[in-house]
């Protein structure tokens, strides 16, 4: 994390890129640590190294943007094997979308990796995406998606009056809040996909 900070301050700023971009993006997994974990004491990455990311806007003079959580999440408890990722395992909590609803108000939105990845046959168990998913192969709710980190992040304005930032899940179509009739649909196109599969000449 330290090294891609240091690109960000001594490459994108230093080359003069300020004003060719309306948002900083950042990546704001939680690793296996508590949101609230100071990012000088986690490694290799912690929801908090936003904050680094954010000092690195101000010492270049672009504190009047605002940030995009592009990416961010954990990774479901499982007994199986994920290899390098299985240190990422982490049981539900919505308090990093409450805190970028209450503590930092430069984030504009959140993007949630991701929706509905264990519904399709490409990703397999053993595949760290299928364990992000907040959906379960069957199309019901994981507990992550039960307990509605958008509803956390999103429910009322700030005490300034500004508005909390949007959280969005990667997998979903238009990138707000599905409905059960989206799910229907995300489900219907598994099924239409398998069914192609299988037409298909050996």
């Not at 108000?105 to 364990?131: C, H």
């Amino acid at each position: 994390m330290r090294a891609l900070l240091s690109a960000l301050s001594s490459g994108m700023y230093t080359a003069g890129a300020a004003g060719s971009f309306d948002l900083v993006g950042m990546h704001a997994y939680l690793g296996s640590f508590a949101p609230e974990t100071d990012p000088n004491t986690c490694s290799p990455m912690c929801f908090r190294d936003v904050e680094r990311f954010r000092d690195v806007m101000l010492g270049n003079g672009d504190g009047n943007k605002q940030a995009m959580i592009t990416e961010m999440g954990a990774l479901a408890q499982t007994s199986v094997d994920l290899g390098p990722f299985a240190w990422m395992e982490l049981a539900p909590d919505v308090r990093a979308l409450q805190m970028a609803s209450g503590n930092y108000p430069w984030i504009r939105g959140a993007m949630l990796f991701n929706f509905d990845y264990a519904m399709v046959p490409w990703n397999q168990r053993t595949s760290e995406k299928y364990w992000f998913s907040l959906l379960q192969p069957n199309g019901a709710s994981t507990q992550r998606w039960t307990r509605s980190p958008r509803r956390a992040a999103t429910d009322g304005s700030r005490s300034d009056g500004s508005h909390p930032p949007q959280a969005a899940t990667e997998g979903s179509r238009s990138g707000v809040a599905l409905t059960r009739r989206a799910r229907r649909r995300s489900r219907s196109r598994c099924r239409r996909d398998r069914q192609d599969r299988t037409r298909r000449p050996a």
